[in-house]
């Protein structure tokens, strides 16, 4: 069973400050994914990461995918207020390429 | 048109209710997904289809029924709930046999008093 574990749960954040957002998954897995969701919205796809080494960036938002380690990193640089959401990563598996999600990280920037 | 589309946007409904849930795409992707979503928690998969044939069922009560009655249409009938499904209920699709992302609908914000 694909497991998948995201930190931390809570990130408070200065503006203009970089820091990291972890996802660790437990068993082979073809891709990995990052949404953001604002409150009482939808999930919007950040970044689709498919091979090892793979390094995506928009923005202030840099992600990466280690499949060795089974770890993929967001990577915000400089935060702004407007970044300000809850972030999932899911891993993809199976045939019907189902994804299971970490269980998010509701980051805060304060001003 | 990389839009879903769901309705209605907020239901409430009694225990003793049926109502059903509405998710649309225009982008010619053949597999389309139910996840139901609690407060503060990740989605979690409900159902799978695929090609419009269920291909996943995630151990969900019967009182959920899905439906596809053609490629762009995906319906979630629902009867008998619990006051415990009260959720947000997210639709979303993509290419099947794809590592391409899924594409998530707005979401019905479900009560059931």
């Known amino acids: 069973e694909l497991k998948v574990e995201q930190n931390p749960l809570f990130l408070s954040m200065q503006e203009g400050k970089n820091y990291t957002i972890y996802c660790n998954y437990s068993?082979?897995?073809?891709?990995l994914y990052w949404y953001r969701q604002d409150p009482g919205k939808s999930l919007e796809s950040l970044f689709v990461?498919?091979?090892?080494?793979a390094v995506k960036q928009e923005g202030r938002l840099m992600a990466s995918l280690d499949t060795k380690a089974r770890l993929s990193t967001l990577h915000i640089t400089a935060a702004v207020h407007d970044l300000s959401a809850t972030y999932f990563c899911?891993?993809?598996?199976?045939?019907?390429?189902?994804?299971?999600f970490g269980s998010g990280t509701q980051l805060t920037v304060l001003p | 048109d990389t839009e879903v589309t769901q309705t209605p946007k907020h239901l409430v409904m009694g225990m003793t209710n049926k109502k059903s849930l509405k998710c649309e795409q225009h982008?010619?992707?053949?597999?389309m997904y139910w996840y139901k979503q609690k407060a503060k928690k990740p989605p979690e998969l409900m159902f799978v289809?695929?090609?419009?044939?269920?291909?996943i069922n995630e151990s969900v009560p019967s009182r959920f029924s899905p439906e596809c009655p053609n490629s762009s249409l995906l319906n979630l009938h629902l009867h008998a709930l619990q006051p415990e499904d009260s959720a947000l209920y997210l639709c979303?699709?993509?290419?099947?046999?794809?590592?391409?992302?899924?594409?998530f609908g707005p979401g019905t914000r479900l009560l059931v008093l």
């Open positions: 289809y695929s090609y419009e044939k269920l291909s």
């Open positions: 068993t082979t897995s073809d891709r």
């Open positions: 979303a699709s993509s290419p099947p046999a794809s590592v391409e992302t899924q594409y």
């Open positions: 982008m010619g992707h053949r597999a």
């Open positions: 990461l498919l091979s090892n080494g």
């Open positions: 899911a891993a993809g598996q199976g045939p019907a390429r189902q994804l299971t």
